[in-house]
C-alpha cells in the first residue's frame, strides 16, 4: 500500500530498525541515566572505589585497575547506548580541559535527564523543557561568577588559595589522609612553571616500593637513563648538547642496493669511510665543546669511544619527551646538524651538577641546579603498581586543576556551596518566569541540589536532613557555608579552608548543559542493517 493507505513505504533496509518517539526518547533517558548511576557513588570525599577488571585470557591480574576518578572509569566503558557515549565524551572532555570534575559532569547530566523525563511524563514538550534550562543555566552561571573571588596571582592570599584547591581536589582521592603533604608538593611543582601550562615540563616518574609517604619533589630534573660506560659519574657546571641525530654508521640508505666487491679489502675500505665520516661528525660535535651529550638516537661503539675519549659524558636513547624536559631545564636547543659552532652559547644547555643516583633499583641521571628551573620531576614510591597508578592519575588531577586555577585566578567554596547557591539563584529565577518553562528551571535546580544530596550519601549521612540545613544557613545570610564530611555536619567552608576552582565548575555546569539538552532533543533512533561479510 502507498503513503494514502496510512502505511509508509520500506525506507530502511531489512535489518535495519528504527525507534521513534517515546520509545526513543525512553531509550537515551535509561542509557544516560544508567552511565550517571554507575559513577554517582565515586563522588565526594567519601566516594568508593571501582575495580576495572579485563576479560581477556591472562589479563586478570596485570591489568586490573582500582580506580574512583569517572574520565579512568567511563573511558573503560564499552556502550553502545549512543546516549551513554554522550555523558562518556564528555567526562573525556571535562578531564582534557580542567582535569577534574568528571564525575561530577556526567553525574549532573544524568540527574538534569532524570529531571527532565518527569516533565516529559507530564506532557511537557522538550523544547519547553530546554528552554527552561538554558534560562536556569545562564541564571546559575552568572549566580557561580557572582560568588568567585580572585586574588593576585603574586600574592600570599593566592599561594594559600592554591593550597586549600589541591587539598579539597585530593580529598576525594586514595592519597586523602597525606593530602597537606602531597598538596604541598604539586603547587611548588606547578609555581616552578612560572605561568606556564605545559604539563609535559613536570616529570612524574613510577617507582615500585616504599611508602607513598616516600614519594617526594626533585628540584632538579631526573632522566630514566644511565650513563654510558667508561663515562665520567659526576660532572659540575655541565655543558649539554642536546641532539637528535643519527650515530651508527653512515650506511647506503637506499632500500634494495648491494654493494659487489671481489676482496676482503674492500669490505674493509667500506668500513674504513664509514668511520671516517662517523668521525667528521664527532669532530664537528666537539667544535661546540660540550661536557655532556645528551642523544635521542642510539651511539654505536665507535663514535662513543670517541667522545668518552675526549672526555665528554654520553647519555644515549633518551626518550623524545625526557629530551624535551633536558631541553626546557638546562636551556639548551635540540639539533639535528652540528654546523653552528660559533652559537654554542646559545645552543648548550648548563646545570651545576650532573650524576648517576639510585631510586629504589633502578640507576638514574640527575640534572640539579639547571639554568631554566622549569621543569621537575615528582618521583612515587608504592607498595604496588596499582597503587601509584591511582596516585599518578590523583597527582596528575590535581596539577591539571592547579594550572587551570593558576590561568584563571577564581576560586569559589566547596562542600557543594556552589551547587547550592546556583540551585538557589534558579529558584528564585523560576517565580518570575511564566508558563512551563518555570517547572523546567525548577527541575534544573532539584537537579543541581542532588550533587551535595549523593556526596552526603556517599559518606553515610542523612542527606534529606543535612540539605534542609544547609539550605536553612544559606537563607540565613552564611554565604561560606557548606558540607563537612568529616563528622556530616554544616561547618564554615572558610574555617575548613574548602576551596574548589570556578572554572572546573563552570566548565561542568555548561557541558552537562548541553549534553542533557542534546539527549532531550532526541525523537528517533535508527540503527542500520549490520554489514553482512560476503563468502568468496
Known amino acids: 500500500m502507498d503513503i494514502v493507505g496510512n502505511v509508509l513505504p520500506q525506507v530502511l533496509k531489512d535489518e535495519a530498525t528504527e525507534d521513534k518517539g517515546e520509545m526513543a526518547r525512553l531509550q537515551s533517558f ?53 546516549a551513554a557515549k554522550i555523558l562518556i565524551e564528555i567526562s573525556k572532555t571535562q578531564d582534557e580541559e580542567v582535569g577534574d570534575g568528571t564525575t ?5 547530566a544524568g540527574e538534569l535527564l532524570r529531571e527532565g523525563e518527569k516533565l516529559i511524563q507530564k506532557r511537557i514538550h522538550p523544547q ?22 580572585e586574588n593576585d596571582i603574586e600574592s600570599q592570599e593566592f599561594h594559600n588559595d592554591l593550597l586549600k584547591i589541591a587539598r579539597t581536589t585530593l580529598s576525594s582521592k586514595l ?25 609535559d615540563y613536570i616529570q612524574i616518574i613510577k617507582i615500585p616500593g616504599g611508602t607513598i609517604r616516600d614519594s617526594y619533589l ?62 667528521h661528525k664527532v669532530d664537528k660535535i666537539l667544535q661546540y665543546q660540550p661536557t655532556v651529550f645528551v642523544n635521542r638516537q642510539l651511539i654505536y661503539n665507535y663514535p662513543e669511544q670517541l667522545l668518552a675519549d675526549s672526555g665528554i659524558t654520553v647519555i644515549e636513547h633518551a626518550d623524545f619527551e625526557g629530551m624535551e624536559r633536558v631541553a626546557a631545564a638546562t636551556g639548551a636547543e635540540i639539533l639535528s646538524t652540528f654546523d653552528a659552532p660559533e652559537r654554542k652559547d646559545q645552543i648548550l644547555g ?10 629504589g633499583e633502578e640507576k638514574m641521571v640527575k640534572f640539579s641546579g639547571c639554568k631554566k628551573n622549569e621543569a621537575c620531576t615528582i618521583v612515587l614510591r608504592g607498595s604496588s603498581i596499582h597503587i601509584l597508578d591511582e596516585v599518578d592519575r590523583s597527582i596528575h588531577d590535581v596539577l591539571c586543576v592547579l594550572i587551570t586555577t593558576v590561568k584563571n585566578r577564581r576560586v569559589v567554596w566547596g562542600g557543594g556551596n556552589s551547587e547550592m547557591q546556583m540551585a538557589a539563584a534558579c529558584d528564585e529565577e523560576a517565580k518570575r518566569v511564566q508558563g512551563k518553562q518555570a517547572l523546567a528551571i525548577e527541575a534544573y535546580a532539584r537537579a543541581l541540589r542532588q550533587l551535595p ?83 568468496a
Open 453 to 535: 544530596t549523593i556526596i552526603c550519601d556517599n559518606g553515610g549521612y542523612d542527606s534529606a536532613e543535612l540539605v534542609q540545613n544547609f539550605k536553612v544557613e544559606l537563607e540565613k545570610g552564611n554565604l561560606s557555608y557548606g558540607l563537612n564530611m568529616n563528622d556530616g555536619s554544616i561547618g564554615d567552608m572558610k574555617e575548613l579552608g574548602v576551596k574548589e576552582c570556578m572554572r572546573v565548575k563552570e566548565q561542568a555546569l555548561l557541558a552537562a548543559s548541553e549534553a542533557a539538552e542534546l539527549i532531550m532533543r532526541v525523537d528517533d533512533i535508527v540503527k542500520c542493517a549490520p554489514r553482512k561479510r560476503e563468502r
Open 218 to 279: 626533585d628540584d632538579g630534573f631526573i632522566l630514566k637513563k644511565q650513563i654510558t660506560i667508561g663515562c665520567k659519574r659526576r660532572i659540575e657546571n655541565a655543558k649539554i648538547l642536546v641532539a637528535n641525530t643519527a650515530m651508527d654508521y653512515d650506511k647506503i640508505k637506499i632500500y634494495g642496493t648491494k654493494v659487489k666487491v671481489n676482496s676482503m679489502d674492500k669490505v674493509a675500505e667500506i668500513e674504513a669511510a664509514e668511520k671516517e665520516k662517523m668521525k
Open 30 to 82: 535509561v542509557g544516560a541515566i544508567a552511565v550517571a548511576d554507575l559513577v554517582k557513588t565515586t563522588l565526594g570525599p567519601k566516594g568508593m572505589d571501582k575495580i576495572l577488571k579485563p576479560t581477556g585470557p591472562g589479563q586478570e591480574m596485570t591489568h586490573i585497575t582500582v580506580t574512583n576518578d569517572g574520565a579512568t572509569i567511563l573511558k573503560s566503558m564499552y556502550v553502545e547506548n549512543p
Open 128 to 149: 519547553q523543557v530546554i528552554a527552561g534550562w538554558r534560562i536556569a543555566r545562564d541564571v546559575a552561571l552568572k549566580r557561580l561568577r557572582d560568588i568567585s573571588t
Open 175 to 199: 592519597i586523602t589522609t597525606d593530602r597537606d603533604y602531597f598538596a604541598d608538593l604539586c603547587v611548588k611543582a606547578v609555581l616552578r612553571l612560572k605561568g606556564s601550562s605545559n604539563l
Open 104 to 108: 561530577t559532569v556526567a553525574v549532573l
Open 350 to 359: 648548563f646545570c651545576e651538577l650532573i650524576e648517576e643516583i639510585m631510586i
